[in-house]
């Protein structure tokens, strides 16, 4: 449930991510999706990127004290209704925030896992792997991998034999995180299926229309989406519907504003709202000219 906070005051949510200067991607993905959900967001940069809409050119982690640093300062001024992680930039980095996210243990976490982008492009070593396993999944609330995703965190990649999504989920929850949403975005599928998995197995699923993409920040645009609908008081399976129906329209009305990818429109309601109260006034009647009546 959110914290009590000044009459009048918008849940507040915090996220741990790095920079994409492109506001496709990453931190600022994460502001702008919690902010048209009715949160105050707050932010904690973990790394510095150079790209554009095409892909990641070079990354820069935070020192992992500076990382630590701005979350305190934070904390210690504002209560938090929830917390959203995305790419952390290196092992340090996830070892800072899972000291300091073990204070919270009341606060929801939700976990994009960030491995790599839309291009390709790894965000994610294998000893940042193993330290996002040890030290974050235990206290995530829900991660939200994709199938490829899901196999690396499950340590299961390698395997000679593809093993079944529910069997690799089960295998997080069991390591501590509460539920487990299966993105459907990578399978050669007409539909998207989303799968989400809690302790007792298949929770929900959602079949929506596959759109034509390809799309940067869909995962980010989800992760945030269900963090501000957590902090916002629903439960979590309505969360994950919510967010799930934000997201899609989201990419619904999509734009390509530079060479690369689509980048999901996270304001598309304020911008339907506006179209329509502009096709109202131009349905409604002129007043007459004050000039001409009589």
């Not at 000679?160 to 929850?173: F, G, K, S, T």
């Not at 998207?192 to 079949?207: A, F, P, S």
Request: hydrophobic share 40%; proline share 7%.
């Amino acid at each position: 449930m959110p914290t009590e906070t000044e009459q009048g005051a918008p849940p507040v949510v915090l996220t741990f991510a790095a920079s994409d200067p492109s506001g496709g991607t990453g931190l600022q993905a994460d502001l702008l999706t919690l902010a048209s959900m009715g949160c105050h967001p707050l932010s904690v940069v973990t790394a510095l990127t150079v790209q554009d809409t095409t892909g990641v050119e070079n990354v820069l982690p935070m020192d992992a004290e500076w990382v630590a640093d701005q979350a305190r300062c934070l904390l210690e001024d504002m209560p938090v209704d929830a917390f959203k992680i995305g790419a952390l930039g290196s092992v340090e980095n996830i070892a800072a925030i899972a000291e300091i996210l073990a204070d919270y243990p009341d606060v929801p976490l939700i976990l994009d896992p960030a491995l790599a982008t839309g291009r390709g492009d790894t965000h994610a070593t294998d000893a940042m792997m193993h330290a996002l396993r040890d030290l974050l999944i235990p206290q995530t609330t829900v991660v939200t991998p994709n199938g490829h995703e899901l196999r690396r965190l499950a340590e299961q990649e390698d395997s000679d034999e593809e093993p079944p999504v529910a069997e690799c989920a089960e295998r997080l929850i069991v390591s501590g995180c509460e539920f487990v949403l299966v993105t459907g975005t990578h399978d050669a599928t007409r539909d998207i299926v989303n799968t989400l998995y809690g302790k007792g197995g298949v929770v929900r699923t959602d079949t929506w229309a596959r759109l034509p993409g390809p799309f940067s920040g869909a995962g980010c645009t989800l992760a945030s989406a269900i963090a501000a609908m957590l902090a916002n008081g629903l439960d979590l399976p309505d969360a994950v519907r919510e967010a799930q129906d934000y997201t899609w329209n989201a990419l619904r009305k999509a734009y390509r504003p530079g060479m690369g990818h689509l980048l999901p429109d996270r304001l598309f309601w304020a911008r339907e709202e506006s179209e329509a109260r502009g096709e109202d006034e131009a349905e409604a009647p002129r007043p007459a000219d004050a000039r001409g009546s009589h």
